[in-house]
């Protein structure tokens, strides 16, 4: 086993400890956060961080980044709307999906310049993507400043849940494999999740 | 589809509907929480709401949840030391890792009980799981109530890292493959990571 302390954390090379400390963790969730502005500019960018917070109310969090302008516009939508969905990225669509995170400028609508169909449901503003087998749709409630850093913390309530039918079983569980859902290390790395057991 | 509305959410029967909400978000990374006590008792729990908050300073994030007792002495631990450990869940190890989720007394080590390994590093108090290729020290930054459920986001900088060298990459990319780090979705199923790209 090889020991990297404080000291020689601090002295790597500053893109390799990047791609160490966003690798770190383990496995991320790959997923496509839609939303649309008041005047109608719909904007998709690849999240990484969102989390499950709690089931009563259905919480689920995700940070945001203060240097990462492509996600800006993500934000700035949500507010004008108070909405937003999160949809799986499936593993055919990893590159498109991937694509989402250049900087595209806000008037470009990423769903149609990275190759993704926007789809909506009644009563709800922002756009699911189509492609998605397991999407869902929030309203923003919450909003967290974290002191250490420059990133905030939003909390979302979900509205709704939209999923292919064979993707959910009787006991409300999910299979990420059938779903051909996509995990994320680091910035760039996909990786395909294989079932292997449940314990009951 | 099947699109599931907030009143039909609502009217879903309970542990149906908590195994949906807990894995809506798609995959989650699986992780042991390594901690000590002043007076030298140690703990270990399984949780899947690790993810980064921001590399320079290195942070990490986690959800501590009101009602398990069960990772409160966690928290207690982390409390009295200022330190613990987040060590990735080896395939092989799942059901030693899940079992860690059960209720023991706080007399109780779940390293012995579950069949894990402590292992330390100089100047480091919290126990690292010898079983995990993956696994980094971290010492407790920030604590943030969560207004609209009884969640605590606990935040961590990261102190040290202690990886099987094979792992890394020279450009500090992790093979979660190789490592057979396992991830998690819901409450109880595990899943396989396989690499499918990297995105240069």
């Given amino acids: 086993m090889k020991t990297f302390n404080k000291e020689e954390l601090a002295g790597m090379d500053r893109s390799m400890r990047i791609n160490l400390f966003n690798s770190i963790t383990g496995i991320k969730p790959a997923n496509l956060v839609g939303t649309i502005s008041a005047a109608g500019q719909t904007n998709l960018a690849i999240f990484s961080s969102v989390f499950h917070m709690g089931s009563d ?13 492509v996600r800006r516009d993500s934000y700035e939508n949500m507010k004008e709307t108070g909405q ?16 989402t995170s250049s900087r595209f400028e806000k008037e470009i609508s990423e769903f149609l310049e990275c190759g ?8 709800f503003k922002a756009p699911f993507v189509k492609e998605s087998r397991i999407r869902f749709g929030l309203s923003l409630v919450e909003e967290i400043p974290v002191k250490h850093n420059q990133t905030t913390i939003l909390i979302g309530q979900i509205e709704n849940i939209v999923i292919e039918a064979a993707l959910l079983d009787e006991t409300g569980r999910l299979d990420l494999e059938e779903a051909q859902t996509a995990g994320v290390s680091g910035l760039d790395s996909y990786y395909q999740l294989v079932k292997k057991t449940t314990f009951l």
Same sequence: chains 1, 2.
């Fill in 116 to 123: 993704f169909t926007e789809d909506y449901i009644e009563g």
């Fill in 57 to 69: 109310p259905a919480l689920i969090g995700m940070i945001l980044r203060p240097h990462r302008e």
């Fill in 84 to 99: 937003y969905t999160i949809n799986h990225v499936p593993l055919h669509s990893i590159e498109s999906a991937h694509k």
